[in-house]
């Protein structure tokens, strides 16, 4: 059984940063690219950033270019969402997710439906 448990949402003031993790278990994590994506109230879930398999290339949202990152410890099967300048908008609940296919490059991987197993999400709120 695959497992993502997520961590490391919170309170945080705007220009704030903060690291989420997700552990991942049950499946050969070494082998998968990882994806975040998030969710504010009343809105569609959207695509944050990937990272391949190896952790040698990621693509993100243009909403988040330049203040997020990703990186990965494929030792420790856990994905590192950074999060950077924090803004108001980047308010959500932030969900990681498994890439369906092994070995995939970043590339055209922005949809939930690249995805087969997804993480319970972390609530994160930027507020002064």
């Known amino acids: 059984q695959v497992q993502l448990i997520e961590s490391g949402g919170g309170l945080v003031q705007p220009g704030a940063s903060l690291r989420l993790s997700c552990a991942v278990s049950g499946r050969s994590f070494s082998r998968y690219a990882m994806g975040w994506f998030r969710q504010a109230p009343a809105r569609e879930r959207e695509f944050v950033g990937v990272?391949?398999?190896?952790?040698?290339?990621?693509e993100f949202a243009d909403s988040v270019k330049g203040r997020f990152s990703l990186s990965r410890d494929n030792a420790r099967s856990t994905v590192y969402l950074h999060m950077n300048n924090l803004k108001p908008e980047d308010a959500a609940v932030y969900f990681c997710?498994?890439?369906?296919?092994?070995?995939?490059?970043?590339?055209?991987?922005?949809?939930?439906?690249?995805?087969?197993?997804w993480g319970q999400g972390t609530q994160v709120t930027v507020s002064s």
């Open positions: 990272i391949d398999y190896n952790g040698e290339s990621a």
């Open positions: 997710a498994v890439a369906r296919w092994p070995l995939t490059s970043v590339r055209n991987m922005d949809a939930s439906s690249s995805y087969d197993y």
